[in-house]
């Protein structure tokens, strides 16, 4: 155990010996963040806007929410080794189960966020479940799970339902200054989700569980159980991200999640943060970097009235980019 | 059929599945009492073979092709607006997507192999480009049409011999699925499967682990060529032709029993999952289920089909190490 732990400190947190500055990809997340800002203020400054003003904040923050909160949970499955794909019906059903128990009715809030979490959790303890009892592999195990959830979704839903009472459309418009209230929200979840990742022993059982399952399991590591609380945690985040869509359009919608395609968006996110896929390595807040470049890009995008298919082709050219350069730099690393 | 009586790993059940379910459709529909309704279903199901067969050459070397979905709706939209209706450009629009597809394939491969990026997240990259690309291209809206020469492929029959009216697309199929066996008997298919089970040994002996995970690529971006070819010709042209093809191009492939992250599978087994998977939404259809439960059961159905795989062979999963890619 001591060994894996040891692996993992030095793997994530110590730095090399022989540099005193460390390029870590978390730094070189914000780095290229801070590239982009300031290259998309000069091109959006060329066509006569401005893209950090009020509403350009504001655009940037509320777009990170969701994609913020989905995105942390499937930080923490990735870290185990793992990947949800059923993230973005669930947003939808848990908008849906949310804004239908609310019913309009304000005393109904507590309840209404309640269920949605518990239908999440029930929903990510599923897919756990799956995946270590029935041992299918965590793609195929999600993928399945989200096409359970899309043929109920499909069979019962044609369209937005419920409806969600004006006081808890405040958590989807109220801010301070430019900075919307739910996004503050969103990142001390970042921060709680870093905490447990970096200072609870679940969270280092999750890296460890992520680097080598077997080693993990003979260094006394309940694998499952770690795998099952990923899991949970991750499909409760989807759930709170579908609770703040609900509160935001004011309703349920049924495909509120795969619209936006948070599925495979959130992956990204965690990917472009320099988490590596196959487990074991990264973090939270490279995370929280790779959603804000995401929605810088869109923002800028929307500013220069560009196609929004062109984003499309530049978010699938900028994705391979960025993990080819990690790639790169790890091998480097290795063989220096 | 005595020669193969040594079947691959996870052959077996599906086959199984594949004749319960054809047997159940006899009962289910008074169409499938004769063989012309298998050879509908034959036809209706070729293209989403295919593409399972392109898949499984790469499922099988331990990757995943996210891309051939987005691929498929490309091509068909690229297609429809290069032929405008005109026969004259059959020929070179059908030698231009076959291209297209290579070439895809192989900046998917390349980028794979040579910049170490996890095929994952290479072909999802690859999917958002070529989605956005196209409807940059097409402006939102598929324009154009496709000649009658071109829709014969998909939906036109050939007239043989012995056997009478056979659908062109049905001899694609057997095409496809008798010279993926022969390649997969070759002494290249049986490495491709040995770089799935452990790279690291097939270099060591000497194997060009690259150059085969790349052919691999190459070979499932032709077979969506050849699957978007049959499938415009069969459905016609629209914006959604490929949506959600690659998650059940994969679901047919694990539902004939391979092994995701690699090294396990038989290509018959893959095909057998795809004609499988079409049979199963024939049945539903004829019972009278919605098309919303249709996924819903294909959900449980490849949750099932994995659990009882890893189960199947329990002692053996036991002793492998757990896929490497789990992505």
Redo the contacts between chains.
């Keep these: 155990m001591s060994a894996v732990r040891e692996q993992i400190r030095r793997r994530s947190e110590a730095p090399p010996r022989t540099r005193t500055f460390v390029i870590t990809p978390v730094l070189v997340v914000y780095l290229a963040l801070a590239v982009l800002l300031v290259v998309g203020s000069v091109l959006v400054g060329v066509h006569g806007g401005v893209l950090l003003d009020h509403g350009g904040i504001l655009n940037i923050l509320t777009r990170g929410t969701v994609l913020g909160l989905v995105a942390i949970g499937q930080t923490l499955v990735i870290v185990t080794g793992s990947l949800d794909l059923s993230v973005a019906y669930l947003i939808g059903l848990c908008s849906l189960v949310a804004a239908e128990t609310m019913a309009g009715s304000t005393a109904m809030i507590v309840p209404g966020v309640l269920a949605a979490l518990v239908v999440a959790a029930v929903v990510g303890l599923v897919n756990g479940l799956v995946i270590t009892v029935l041992k299918a592999n965590a793609f195929i195990a999600t993928l399945g799970v989200a096409l359970v959830l899309r043929g109920y979704l499909e069979h019962n839903y044609t369209g937005p339902a419920g409806s969600v009472p004006r006081a808890f459309q405040h958590i989807g418009y109220d801010r301070i200054g430019p900075v919307p209230v739910a996004a503050l929200l969103m990142l001390l979840l970042a921060a709680a989700a870093w905490w447990y990742l970096r200072r609870t022993r679940t969270g280092y059982h999750m890296y460890a569980v992520g680097g080598d399952v077997d080693v993990a399991r003979l260094s006394g590591v309940r694998t499952g159980r770690t795998i099952v609380t990923a899991h949970v945690l991750c499909a409760v985040m989807a759930g709170l991200a579908g609770v703040f869509l609900a509160g935001r359009l004011g309703s349920g919608a049924p495909y509120v999640g795969t619209d936006a395609g948070y599925d495979l968006e959130s992956i990204a996110a965690v990917v472009l943060g320099g988490t590596a896929l196959a487990g074991g390595r990264g973090g939270v807040a490279g995370t929280i970097g790779g959603v804000l470049i995401l929605s810088t890009l869109d923002t800028i995008f929307d500013d220069l009235g560009l196609d929004s298919f062109f984003k499309d082709v530049v978010r699938g050219v900028v994705l391979i980019v960025a993990v080819a350069l990690y790639a790169r730099r790890r091998t480097a690393g290795r063989s220096a | 059929m005595r020669a193969r009586l040594r079947l691959a790993d996870g052959t077996g059940p599906v086959l199984v599945v594949l004749l319960i379910l054809l047997v159940a459709l006899a009962f289910a529909g008074p169409a499938y009492a004769e063989p012309a309704g298998y050879l509908a279903l034959l036809k209706r199901a070729a293209p989403l073979v295919v593409l399972a067969v392109g898949q499984y050459f790469v499922i099988v070397s331990g990757g ?1 092709d996210l891309s051939v979905g987005s691929l498929v709706t490309a091509e068909v939209v690229v297609a429809a607006r290069l032929v405008d209706g005109d026969d004259a450009n059959t020929g070179w629009v059908i030698a231009l997507l076959l291209g297209c597809g290579v070439l895809v394939g192989l900046v998917n491969g390349l ?1 794979t192999t040579k ?4 095929s ?3 072909t ?6 070529l ?3 196209v ?2 291209w097409s402006g ?1 809206a598929p324009r154009g049409a496709l000649s009658p020469s071109f829709r014969v492929l998909g939906r036109g029959s050939a007239d043989l011999p012995v056997l009478g009216q056979v659908p062109w697309s049905v001899i694609v199929l057997l095409v496809v699925v008798v010279a993926a066996v022969w390649f997969m008997r070759s002494g290249t298919g049986r490495l491709l499967l040995a770089v799935g089970d452990n790279e690291n040994v097939v270099r060591l002996a000497g194997g060009r682990v690259d150059r085969l995970r790349l052919l691999a690529f190459v070979l499932s971006a032709l077979l969506a060529s050849v699957a978007a070819i049959l499938l415009a010709g069969f459905a016609g042209v629209s914006a959604q032709v490929g949506e959600g093809l690659e ?1 059940r191009a ?2 047919a492939v ?1 539902l004939g029993g391979a092994l ?2 690699g090294g396990r599978g038989s290509v018959v087994a893959a095909a057998a999952g795809a004609l499988s998977l079409e049979a199963l939404f024939s049945l539903l259809n004829l019972l009278g289920v ?14 099932a089909a ?2 009882y795989a ?2 199947g062979a329990g002692l053996r ?1 036991m002793l492998r ?7």
């Design positions: 995943f980028i910049l170490l990026v996890p994952f997240i290479v999802l990259g690859m999917l958002l480009v989605d956005g690309a409807f940059l939102g998650f994969i679901t694990v995701l992250g919605s098309g919303a439960l249709e996924s819903a059961v294909q959900g449980v159905i490849i949750i994995v659990a890893a189960h999963q190490r757990p896929v490497p890619d789990t992505a």
